[in-house]
């Protein structure tokens, strides 16, 4: 058993064999020496991380990103509390077992790994990707209804105000309230409007949209307020199939999504029914390995 008095033992004998070290080290070296191996041992440190991570993190905060950022997460965040959480876990069933003298429990430790590579980003089947996958597809899904929901808003300012033109500016900037997934873009538009202009923020609009609808809502905002009456409507109802056929799509993939969702608590029993069969088996040959062995 792992007693307090054997861990602290552990962790003093540790420390003093490190101060030995670093002592033994500073007699044998001098200040110039020590410090040019420190930047270089730094610089190095740096440079590796960077390789090994940088492409890994700008993937992780792309998916993050498109998702929303769920529960503020970003990819330094979610790195960071995997490394504690996992670090944790194998300390306290593997390392601390071996102090101790024990045989770490292996089927525990495979089941820890196992979990961990199924939350790295970087596995393509992990559920990590799969979770984010669905996540974007259902913000993109949602992003799509509201897409639609502000062309139909549009065509009814347009059709109501008989007497004087739409000021696109104006529109967006009183109806951003009903919207929850477009908010964030309409917003940036918003902001670009009176400071690089409609032009240029209406490009950026389309860009990070990025679907028919999008495109086809950005052409219209352009010529908008140079247009009158008539000729607001004939180009908004031009793109009306676009809005109409995107729509359903959007409709269709969020009740795939639900439907999905709903799945989830008995894909997860499938899950543990044949993972348990896999654990038994494996259970099964050790103890017969150990059988012929004796």
Same mark, same amino acid.
């Given at each position: 058993?792992?007693?307090? @008095? ?19 080290? &500073? ?16 610089? #190095? $440190? #740096? ?11 700008? /993937?992780?905060? #792309? #998916? ?19 490394? /504690? ?6 300390? +306290? ?19 820890? *790994? ?23 597809? +259902?913000?993109?899904?949602? @992003? ?6 502000? +062309?139909?808003? $549009? ?41 690089? *202009? ?21 052409? !219209? ?9 008539? &000729?607001? $409507? ?14 359903? %799509? ?6 795939? =999504?639900?439907? %999905?969702?709903?799945? !989830? ?13 896999? /654990?038994?088996?494996?259970?099964? !040959?050790?103890? /017969?390995?150990?059988?012929?062995? =004796?």
């Amino acid at each position: 058993m792992v007693t307090f @008095l054997s861990i602290f033992y552990f962790f003093i004998v540790s420390i003093l064999a490190c101060i030995a070290g670093i002592l033994v080290y &500073q007699g044998l070296s001098t200040t110039g020496e020590r410090q040019q191996l420190r930047l270089r041992f730094l610089y #190095q $440190l #740096q440079e590796h991380k960077n390789k090994l991570l940088s492409p890994t993190k700008s /993937i992780t905060d #792309q #998916q993050l990103k498109l998702a929303g950022n769920p529960l503020g997460l970003n990819a330094s965040r979610y790195f960071l509390m995997l490394t /504690i959480l996992y670090s944790v876990l194998f300390i +306290y069933y593997g390392l601390i077992p071996l102090i101790s003298g024990q045989a770490p429990n292996a089927i525990l430790l495979s089941s820890i *790994g196992i979990s961990l590579a199924s939350l790295l980003p970087t596995m393509p089947f992990s559920l990590f990707n799969l979770f984010i996958k669905r996540v974007i597809e +259902y913000k993109q899904s949602k @992003l799509g209804i509201e897409l639609f929901t502000l +062309y139909d808003m $549009l065509i009814n300012e347009v059709e109501s105000n008989k007497t004087h033109q739409v000021n696109t500016y104006n529109f967006i900037k009183s109806h951003i309230k009903y919207f929850d997934y477009l908010r964030p873009n309409l917003t940036i538009l918003l902001s670009n409007w009176t400071s690089i *202009g409609p032009e240029e923020a209406l490009k950026e609009f389309q860009q990070s949209i990025n679907t028919p609808a999008g495109k086809s809502l950005s052409t !219209v905002l352009r010529t908008l307020d140079d247009s009158d009456r008539t &000729q607001a $409507l004939e180009a908004l109802k031009s793109h009306k199939e676009t809005f109409v056929t995107e729509h359903k %799509e959007n409709f269709r993939r969020q009740k795939r =999504i639900s439907r %999905e969702v709903l799945n !989830v608590p008995i894909i997860a029993t499938h899950y543990a029914i044949s993972l348990n069969f896999v /654990i038994v088996i494996f259970i099964m !040959v050790l103890d /017969i390995l150990t059988s012929s062995r =004796i």
